[in-house]
């Protein structure tokens, strides 16, 4: 499987990866504007077509990910450093980010653990004041915008398929990808609200369950 971006997305590179053995497609929703994913998705039916290949499309949704918002600058963390983050994004300063999740301070408690960057970095809250989580840095790192956050052993309180999902969804079903990731899966009726928004299709795109978190495992079965 290939990810294609600005750098591969002509109709000559994707000939170039089938060439080379790529025989599946993804398209990384979290990037990916409309016009672009109509574009490559062409190109990518146009290059198989020449060689005779059958190539597959996987559109990975971007998913319900707490995410922070912009810094002016990154930051790089040490072990023992504070970092705070907040719901309020009208707050700036150096040593602290916004998420954008407004149920963030209500999950979270003193002692929880906040991971950045798929636990690259690594917190623990100290306390909760106000519209702010104050932290302490257990694993460093370089804190950026728009990085992921990860609350393990938490059950948030997002949806399994964000507004953004369901037009992206609706672009897939237009454009007729072969499949749909579903990012950040944490039980079984998380799949079932995919299947069903897309049941109405004659010939629907299958179904991938991205297993990313302890929920997702502890639901496996």
């Known amino acids: 499987m290939a990810t294609l971006g600005p750098a591969t997305e002509t109709e000559e590179t994707i000939g170039g990866l089938l060439d080379a053995g790529a025989n599946l497609f993804r398209l990384n929703m979290s990037h990916a504007r409309h016009e672009w994913v109509r574009?490559?998705?062409?190109?990518?039916?146009?290059?198989?077509?020449?060689?005779?290949y059958v190539a597959g499309i996987v559109m990975d949704l971007q998913g319900p990910a707490i995410r922070t918002g912009e810094m002016s600058a990154p930051v790089?963390?040490?072990?023992?450093?504070?970092?705070?983050?907040?719901?309020?994004?009208?707050?700036k300063s150096e040593r602290l980010v916004s998420v954008n999740y407004p149920d963030f301070l209500n999950d979270i408690e003193e002692?929880?653990?906040i991971q950045v960057d798929n636990g690259l970095?690594?917190?623990?809250?100290?306390?909760?004041?106000?519209?702010?989580a104050e932290c302490e840095v257990e694993i460093g790192?370089?804190?950026?915008?728009?990085?992921?956050?990860?609350?393990?052993g938490i059950k948030?309180?997002?949806?399994?398929?964000?507004?953004?999902?369901?037009?992206?969804v609706a672009l897939g079903l237009e454009t007729k990808v072969d499949y749909i990731?579903?990012?950040?899966?944490?039980?079984?009726?998380?799949?079932?609200?995919?299947r069903e928004f897309i049941a109405g299709d004659a010939h629907p795109p299958k179904v991938i369950a991205k297993v990313e978190d302890q929920h997702a495992i502890k639901n496996i079965d």
Do not use: Y
């Not at 790192?141 to 393990?152: A, D, K």
């Open 111 to 113: 002692g929880a653990i």
């Open 141 to 152: 790192g370089e804190m950026g915008s728009r990085r992921h956050i990860n609350l393990p």
């Open 156 to 168: 948030v309180k997002l949806p399994a398929l964000t507004d953004k999902d369901k037009a992206d």
């Open 121 to 132: 970095i690594r917190m623990r809250v100290l306390r909760i004041t106000g519209t702010v």
């Open 39 to 52: 574009r490559v998705v062409k190109n990518i039916r146009a290059a198989a077509g020449t060689r005779g």
């Open 181 to 194: 990731a579903l990012s950040f899966v944490r039980e079984a009726s998380d799949v079932a609200q995919l």
């Open 76 to 91: 790089m963390l040490e072990k023992g450093d504070r970092f705070d983050f907040t719901i309020d994004p009208k707050l």
